[in-house]
């Protein structure tokens, strides 16, 4: 029976095995903005998550709205027009967002 350190030995390679499988290829690089003077609120990848929820977010109500509006002036649905307009508002909430935090996006892939 392997002893505990060696299960620790084991599962920790394994840990950075599978840590060196994510893409961060396509990953935005976040910028911190008076990083001297005023730290950023959190760091680069927990404001990352929470800016990509709050997008997501946005992107489902500004589906949700644009239906509505659909309703209301008794029109068909663009499809194409709600995409655009959903991801553009997801795009904002994100960006505003990571402004929020402290950080501005240079490249977003």
């Not at 840990?15 to 060196?20: D, H, P, R, V």
């Not at 994100?94 to 977003?108: F, I």
Request: glycine share 6%; net charge neutral.
């Amino acid at each position: 029976m392997p002893s505990i350190m060696v299960r620790v030995v084991v599962v920790c390679g394994l840990a950075a095995t599978l840590a060196g499988c994510v893409d961060r290829a396509n990953a935005p690089i976040l910028v911190p903005v008076a990083a001297p003077l005023d730290p950023p609120l959190n760091p680069q990848g927990i404001a990352h998550g929470i800016c990509v929820a709050d997008g997501n977010f946005m992107y489902n109500e500004a589906r949700k709205q644009y239906e509505l509006r659909a309703r209301m002036t008794n029109t068909p649905i663009d499809v194409a027009n709600e995409e655009v307009t959903a991801t553009a508002a997801a795009r904002r909430q994100y960006v505003t967002c990571l402004s929020s935090q402290g950080y501005r996006v240079v490249q977003d892939g």
